[in-house]
């Protein structure tokens, strides 16, 4: 168990919802979700590709990471033995994730290529996984995971898009960005080349987080804003969700729309004592001097 | 080097030699013996070495030399019998050195993938039905009895897929790595029942052959037009030289599939859209603009038949060596110009001006194609990731996603003339994301960077037309074809001038 989780409460209580809505304007769903309470892990994936190959992705995706996710955790399998390269800025579970979204990053491409009918096949993908300890967030793709914590709202996820990179080096507005015909333009997916980076950000968790995870069925018609005054409005998933997918239909939701929504309660941090604080200092201290000395070697 | 070292040897054993009154054969066989000697150490340390690992091969090299060193000097010493080992010994010592720098910077940089990771990858392209990946996947796993349970169920799912020969394949890997259960009776049954089966695949095989030329290929009528032959490949499907048989008239006819490019629930809606811009172009009859006769479908594919042109477009002229001639370039920007000016009193945006959009005809006309069509393709969703044609030719507005003008048509006009006269294009990136940046942010390198003939009013002229703001731009096409006329009588006026000097 990682140290940290010691010092804090862990009388960790996560409540969880997920919904979604085909929309109005297509005839399938490509989108994917899967819950997995018993584990932590919640996994949004919006799959693109002719006739049924854009659900066949998502589905795959979000299967293999949970299979291999759980197959690992029981294991307690170590990070050399997982699929690929270790990151070792990660913990190990933020390597299980990594493996897991590799793994079915090279089942999609094989199957894309392989087979005719799925050929161009694809899905974005976004992984939250919750402990008492640590959350992490990943992500390929423009699918997305919000945090809103002391009624502020933050993306765990970097948008793989064009637009996305193009507001990001200052060439374009928001605004234009919203616009543009290639919004959904996507620079990373799963499926689209045999070897595939996701952004994996990991942080420590606090009393009453919420995290939103979503497909662009969302994002397109609700802005950044209107999901913290809503979040701020309602708080239990089962009804945010349900909120936000009516907001959703009544404003045309010309695409399929996918929503998980998780409420972290329970976590209590000790206020005071003065060695557990120097305790994080020096982890901190520590973690930071391994990144930038990974920096250094790389 | 042996070489050298035997040189000394030799000098020292032809004195004794002399001395002793004894010789030194090489025996014509010799050549042969040492070709040979080279191959067999050749093929023998190249499989070697990888198994046996550094320090291993390194052990093995030192040993496999010093005994042919030694071979040698005994051989010479003790019989008198010459064989030359330099080109041996080297022939080892570069396989070794390559094998060693092979394994320090190659493996370093190209991960190997693990055991661990063929056996995950193997499981999950079975799962799904990707049996043929999985093979190969767990034909990497060690030769243990958990490995041959899985490469056992791959076997047995090939056999309920019908697929006897690889069901075998599958089987005999298996015996071959020391067998498993009751892997040889399956074999020989297979062997037997593949015997049997050999014609009834073939048929299989002929029909699925014959379905499959049901395709475009085959076609010999769409809509009312019989199709003569191919003509090219569109953007989105293949343009076909047709007849009408009604009135008997030669018209191109251009197709699309729009089920490849769009969700199937907007196909619809952008078909209907498709129809609306082709009526508005088709109103559009000015000599440098295609006719369009008659737009339809015909299953899943919609059509567009237009006047039968003989010519090429500019794709030919874009690249160095294939240039047009200066001056034919003015001529035909010029009428380009003109074409998008009528066009565009008339509220119709071309949007997708590049090469394979013009027509140079035989007869030296210019013809320009597609009108409109841009517009409705453009605005409507493509399947994610999917982007249409090439974003070479936008202009900045249109990456932004702004409102377009017919300033945008100049901007692209001025790519396409950039373009025609230098071989180059104006705006490069090394992924889309580069090229859109260039396009939006970056002013294109002087036209005279490429070739330093092109007259400075043109620079200006393309300054102009690329300008990032649209209202730098010329006020209209038509001011454009003013000043690029302007520009070519200019240059006829000077080549009659000197002529008539000389």
């Known amino acids: 168990m990682n140290p940290v989780g010691l010092w804090i409460g862990v009388n960790l209580q996560v409540k969880s919802s997920g919904i979604t809505d085909v929309g109005l304007k297509r005839d399938g769903n490509e989108d994917s979700f899967s819950i997995e309470d018993s584990l932590g892990i919640y996994i949004v994936a919006d799959g693109m590709g002719g006739h049924l190959a854009g659900e066949i992705a998502s589905k795959i995706s979000v299967e293999i990471i949970n299979k291999v996710f759980r197959k690992w955790v029981e294991k307690d399998v170590s990070e050399e033995d997982i699929f690929g390269e270790p990151d070792s800025s990660l913990s190990r579970k933020g390597n299980y994730i990594l493996g897991g979204i590799r793994l079915a990053n090279r089942v999609i491409y094989e199957l894309a290529l392989e087979k005719k009918e799925y050929h161009g096949m694809g899905t974005t993908i976004v992984v939250l996984l919750v402990s008492p300890s640590l959350v992490i967030a990943a992500n390929v793709g423009d699918s997305r995971i919000y945090l809103i914590r002391d009624g502020e709202i933050e993306r765990l996820s970097k948008d793989h898009s064009i637009v996305a990179e193009q507001v990001e080096m200052g060439m374009m507005t928001e605004e234009d960005a919203e616009n543009s015909p290639l919004r959904h333009v996507l620079t990373r997916n799963l499926g689209s080349s045999e070897e595939v980076t996701p952004d994996i950000f990991e942080i420590e968790p606090a009393d009453n987080d919420c995290f939103i995870l979503c497909s662009d069925g969302l994002t397109d018609l609700v802005n950044d804003q209107e999901l913290l005054d809503m979040t701020k409005k309602e708080s239990d998933p089962d009804a945010l969700c349900k909120n936000l997918i009516n907001v959703v239909l009544r404003r045309g939701a010309h695409d399929n729309a996918t929503i998980i929504s998780v409420l972290l309660t329970g976590i209590e941090r000790p206020k005071s004592g003065i060695f557990k604080k120097v305790g994080f200092l020096i982890e901190d201290i520590i973690i930071r001097l391994q990144k930038s000395f990974k920096k250094i070697i790389q | ?502």
Request: net charge neutral; glycine share 8%; hydrophobic share 40%.
């Open chain 2, 1 to 502: 080097m042996p070489g050298v070292v035997s040189e000394t040897q030799l000098n020292a054993q032809l004195l004794d030699n002399m001395i002793n009154s004894g010789t030194i054969s090489r025996p014509s066989i010799m050549p042969y013996l040492e070709i040979i000697l080279i191959l067999v150490i050749g093929i023998a340390v190249t499989f070697f070495f990888p198994i046996k690992g550094r320090i291993g091969s390194t052990v093995l090299v030192s040993g496999i030399f010093l005994l042919i060193l030694s071979t040698e000097l005994i051989l010479l010493i003790a019989m008198g019998i010459w064989l030359k080992t330099a080109y041996i010994a080297g022939c080892l010592v570069s396989v070794y050195l390559a094998l060693v720098l092979k394994d320090l910077f190659i493996s370093e940089v190209f991960r190997k993938e693990s055991p661990e990771e063929a056996r995950l990858l193997g499981i999950n392209y079975q799962g799904k039905g990707l049996l043929d990946q999985a093979f190969k996947k767990f034909q990497r796993l060690p030769h243990d009895n958990g490995s041959k349970e899985l490469i056992y169920s791959l076997g047995l799912e090939y056999e309920n897929k019908n697929r006897i020969d690889k069901a075998l394949e599958v089987y005999e890997y298996i015996a071959g790595i020391g067998g498993y259960q009751d892997i040889e009776e399956r074999i020989a049954r297979l062997k037997k029942s593949e015997k049997s089966s050999v014609t009834g695949s073939l048929q299989t095989f002929d029909g699925a052959g014959k379905a499959s030329d049901s395709g475009d290929r085959g076609r010999t009528w769409i809509g009312r037009y019989e199709i003569l032959g191919i003509l090219g490949k569109g953007s989105m499907g293949l343009v076909y030289k047709a007849q009408d048989p009604k009135i008997n008239r030669l018209v191109a006819i251009k197709t699309m599939r729009f089920s490849d490019e769009f969700e199937e629930d907007l196909i619809h809606e952008i078909k209907e859209r498709f129809f609306r811009e082709a009526e508005i172009a088709g109103q559009l009859s000015h000599p440098s603009i295609v006719t369009i006769h008659d737009v339809g479908d015909d299953g899943d594919l919609t059509y567009m038949a237009m006047e039968f042109l003989e010519g090429e477009d500019l794709d030919k002229f874009i690249s160095k060596g294939n240039l047009l001639s200066f001056r034919r370039v003015l001529d035909v920007i010029f009428k380009i110009a003109e074409a998008l000016d009528f066009a565009h009193k008339a509220s119709v945006i071309h949007r997708d001006i590049k090469p394979a959009n013009v027509m140079l005809l035989k007869n030296g006309n210019v013809k320009v194609t597609d009108f409109g069509i841009a517009k409705a393709i453009s605005s409507s969703r493509t399947k994610t990731g999917v982007i249409l044609g090439t974003p070479n030719y936008m202009s900045p507005e249109q990456i932004m996603g702004q409102k377009i003008d017919p300033r945008s048509d100049i901007f692209s006009l001025g790519v396409l003339f950039y373009q025609l006269i230098t071989g180059e294009l104006p705006f490069h990136g090394d992924n889309l994301s580069g090229l859109l940046y260039q396009i939006t942010q970056i002013k294109h390198p002087s036209p005279r960077s490429h070739n330093p003939k092109i007259p400075g009013i043109c620079e200006q002229i393309l300054d102009k037309a690329m300008a990032k703001d649209p209202n730098k731009r010329f006020r209209s096409a038509g001011e454009m074809a003013r000043v690029i006329n302007a520009l070519g009588q200019r240059i006829d006026q000077i080549r009659i001038e000197k002529s008539s000097i000389k």
